[in-house]
């Protein structure tokens, strides 16, 4: 018992230092989601990612790829860590812990894929539901708003990015080779 406290505190520094790793692993990989839904799986990803944005037939669509990919690089994140590379299995852990929040948030929450159904009536969650909700509002890959999947935006506010962006739609001249030079 005397050598176990000493030991603690030994290893409290490292344990909070890889808590610390993989919260923000967490919190960057918000960013990183971010960045990857609105410029790769609506950029050139988009042949993946359009059948997230059709009527789903089935328990899988192409989509889920994008998940097997993320899942291989925290794997990968983890080996490489547990055999020395410190810090990189808790980046791989962080990457792990946004994927099941991922998971829990927007297909089991926003989408329900689960067998129950539940939609928030209050709160952070029904926030999240709603933005993501919106995300869906428009029609091909064009003018989405709200590509994070953890953090959401005020809908309000959305809703002002997607009548902005309608008009911008409205007030657009014609594409080909008669429209009048700029």
């Not at 790829?65 to 852990?93: D, E, H, K, N």
């Not at 002002?160 to 014609?174: D, F, K, S, T, Y």
Request: proline share 7%; aromatic share 14%.
């Amino acid at each position: 018992m005397g050598s176990f406290f000493p030991a603690l505190f030994t290893l409290l520094p490292v344990f909070l230092a890889n808590t610390a790793i993989i919260l923000a692993t967490v919190a960057a990989m918000e960013g990183i989601a971010w960045l990857a839904h609105k410029h790769v799986m609506h950029g050139f990803g988009w042949g993946w990612h359009a059948s997230h944005h059709a009527p789903r037939s089935g328990w899988f669509e192409a989509n889920d790829l994008y998940a097997l990919v993320f899942a291989a690089l925290a794997i990968v994140m983890i080996a490489l860590g547990t055999s020395g590379r410190w810090p990189l299995q808790w980046i791989g852990a962080g990457m792990t812990l946004y994927g099941a929040l991922y998971f829990v948030a927007h297909d089991g929450l926003v989408h329900q894929r689960w067998p129950w159904r539940h939609v928030p009536r209050s709160g952070y969650l029904k926030r999240l539901y709603q933005a993501h909700r919106l995300h869906h509002a428009v029609q091909g890959r064009e003018g989405c708003v709200s590509f994070g999947f953890l953090w959401a935006p005020s809908p309000t506010r959305l809703r002002a990015q997607l009548q902005a962006a309608q008009a911008r739609r409205r007030n657009r001249p014609p594409t080909g080779g008669n429209a009048p030079p700029a």
